[in-house]
């Protein structure tokens, strides 16, 4: 195929969307590469697209690039209870567990990861309000996130024409959703509350973290996503979700995704008409066939490289068995080093990492490693407790009184939150998440004026900061993306 650009430049686009947004365009594609950033160019007001090429890719990339390339190179295809096989598993075999397992701490969270315009969120938060009796008891977290935050500004209205109703079942729209004009329905207001929508972009944003709500998932939603990504980048990306669940969490594709080869560690579950990934300890090593009469989609789908598939019946009796060591079982590693913490960060080592904590005497640095790990594993209680003996041994030490403010926030204890946070910006003045903390929980207090003054010393901060700094206890956030995240978010709020 010929193209009006030359390859070298479709070439050098090619490689710059792929680290800068993990879209894969391989040359079979570069004439959709060529039509989508012809366009792109076009709405940003350049009549050549090799000087928007040029622009975009040879200066930093703002949030407005993001926004005009993220509209023009991704797919947002999405309606209401897509795959319905999936909904189906959740509400009848999923959440009736976790509920059942969360009878005390009454909180699950989930995370729709590349959420497009809102229809799966919502729908998540649809089969949480059926299956849960007395919701308003619990604390939930239904968390949305796309790179495209104009799409997300759509998806935060909650308004949707008839198409995206075009798979659901009747009582969907019969139930959740308003007339609000011809042929425009806007999602009911319980629905609308318990979804949070955030900019994320998975090629580079970090996460599991507290700062962008990315921790401790039950169930994460990323279903046709990975499929648009590199080989190399999807399992960069499955990688981050792994960390970001708790143990006995689910990874939930799409069907045509369930053979990506990055899935590989997890145990497939299956459920009937689909399959979903589930996290477990370790690597799972048992082979096992898929059960005789089991649904067609193959997990893995590798000829000879079957993987471990239970039924929903099967999990419980066959998880001895099978994958779930409990934690006592796992084996001891080493004593971690600030050397060798980082290799912890693989996925299914949250587990092990908190037991360690148990057995050995370590530095505030390890410690905050391990106490970060419970929670991601959603011990909260587990975690405040080793936090305060972490702050009796090292009380001038800020990075702890952020991260046991981040807890208190967790376990809804904002006051305390609040004391924990002005410590820690009385030990360090500039210390900026600490500030953006306080504003959210300030924001949460309905206190505007307050919220407002620590979103201006952030920006104040993140003034004097250059664009790469790593800011102090944000596992890898720089200040240009922080400041971005924190524009972005502003213009994602619905008006209304
Ligand atoms: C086809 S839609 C999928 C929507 C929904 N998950 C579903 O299955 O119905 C793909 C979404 O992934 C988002 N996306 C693409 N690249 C992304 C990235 N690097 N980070 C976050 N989201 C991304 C796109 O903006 C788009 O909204």
Not at 43 to 68: A, C, K, L, N, W
Not at 220 to 240: A, D, H, P, T, W
Not at 318 to 340: F, G, H, Q
Request: hydrophobic residues 40%; charged residues 20%; aromatic residues 8%.
């Amino acid at each position: 195929m010929t193209h009006a650009l030359p390859e070298q430049k479709l070439l050098q686009l090619s490689e710059f969307v792929a680290e800068h947004l993990a879209l894969h365009f391989p040359r079979d594609r570069w004439g959709d590469l060529e039509r989508n950033i012809t366009a792109a160019a076009a709405e940003s007001g350049y009549s050549e697209v090799e000087h928007f090429m040029q622009r975009i890719m040879f200066s930093p990339m703002t949030h407005e690039h993001v926004d005009i390339l993220t509209t023009h190179l991704t797919v947002n295809e999405t309606y209401f209870w897509r795959e319905p096989e999936t909904f189906e598993a959740l509400e009848q075999s999923v959440l009736p567990r976790l509920i059942q397992s969360r009878q005390e701490r009454k909180r699950i969270r989930i995370w729709s990861a590349g959420c497009s315009t809102g229809e799966e969120p919502y729908s998540i938060a649809i089969a949480l309000q059926r299956a849960i009796p007395k919701i308003k008891d619990w604390s939930i977290t239904v968390l949305a996130t796309d790179i495209n935050p104009r799409i997300l500004h759509r998806a935060a209205a909650g308004l949707f024409g008839p198409w995206s109703f075009r798979n659901s079942p009747p009582w969907l729209k019969a139930q959740y959703v308003l007339p609000k004009e011809k042929d425009v329905f806007e999602i009911i207001p319980e629905i609308k509350r318990m979804v949070q929508f955030e900019y994320l972009n998975l090629a580079d944003d970090v996460f599991p973290s507290s700062l962008n709500d990315t921790d401790a998932m039950d169930i994460i939603f990323c279903r046709n996503v990975l499929m648009y990504f590199s080989e190399k980048r999807s399992s960069q990306v499955v990688r981050g979700l792994s960390n970001s669940l708790t143990h006995g969490g689910y990874l939930v594709v799409s069907a045509s995704e369930l053979s990506l080869p990055c899935l590989s560690d997890f145990a497939a579950a299956n459920f009937p008409g689909m399959v979903l990934f589930q996290k477990t300890s370790e690597p799972p090593n048992v082979q096992q066939q898929i059960p005789a009469g089991a649904p067609v989609r193959t997990p893995g789908g590798h000829p000879g490289q079957s993987r471990p598939v239970h039924t929903i019946e099967e999990t419980e009796p066959r998880r001895r068995e099978n994958e779930i060591l409990s934690e006592a079982e796992l084996p001891l590693p080493m004593k971690p080093t600030v050397d060798t913490i980082p290799a912890l960060h693989a996925p299914g080592h949250d587990a092990q990492v908190t037991r360690m904590l148990q057995h050995d005497a370590h530095t505030s640095e390890e410690q905050m490693f391990f106490i970060r790990a419970y929670a991601n594993e959603g011990k909260i209680d587990r975690a405040l407790q080793s936090c305060e003996k972490a702050l009796a041994a090292d009380k001038l030490n800020p990075g702890l009184h952020y991260l046991y403010a981040t807890m208190l926030q967790e376990n809804n204890q904002l006051e305390e939150a609040i004391t924990s946070l002005k410590r820690a910006i009385f030990l360090d003045s500039n210390f900026v998440l600490s500030y953006y903390s306080l504003g959210k929980i300030y924001e949460r207090l309905g206190n505007a004026s307050s919220a407002k003054k620590c979103t201006d010393n952030v920006l104040t901060i993140l003034s004097t900061c250059s664009q790469n700094e790593i800011l102090f206890a944000s596992e890898g956030l720089t200040a240009g993306r922080f400041k971005e995240m924190i524009i972005g978010a502003d213009q994602t709020r619905d008006p209304a």
